[in-house]
Nanobody
Framework: QVQLVESGGGLVQAGDSLRLSCAAS????????MGWFRQPPGKEREFLAG???????YYADSVKGRFTISRDNVKNTVYLQMNSLNPEDTAIYYC????????????????WGQGAQVTVSS
């Protein structure tokens, strides 16, 4: 069993930066791709960024250039650095463990964290 716990969310102003963390317990993450999703109020959960087992990174067009995903296999933690935040980034952010090499669809992830709220004020 794997438990994923997100942290680092909060209330920020437009233009600010924030770094989310996703710490895993129960199993090592180093053998899996990992991803970040978000769910804005009243909308579907959407894929943001992924990092493969060997460290290859890939992003949704909506966040490319502003968000950076990284991982620390020693700490068993995945990060999402978010820069130039705007009110449209307000959402609950989730990390998840992937199935396969470069997963992006929700069905390609098998374990999820509980989510971290990020609110960006204008």
């Amino acid at each position: 069993q794997v438990q994923l716990v997100e942290s680092g969310g909060g209330l920020v102003q437009a233009g600010d930066s924030l770094r989310l963390s996703c710490a895993a317990s129960g199993r090592t993450l180093s053998s899996y791709a990992m991803g970040w999703f978000r769910q804005p109020p009243g909308k579907e959960r959407e894929f943001l960024a992924g990092i493969s087992r060997i460290g290859s990174r890939y992003y949704a067009d909506s966040v490319k250039g502003r968000f950076t995903i990284s991982r620390d296999n020693v700490k068993n933690t995945v990060y999402l650095q978010m820069n130039s935040l705007n009110p449209e980034d307000t959402a609950i952010y989730y990390c998840a463990r992937g199935i396969g090499a470069r997963p992006t669809a929700r069905t390609e992830f098998d374990y999820w964290g509980q989510g971290a709220q990020v609110t960006v004020s204008s």
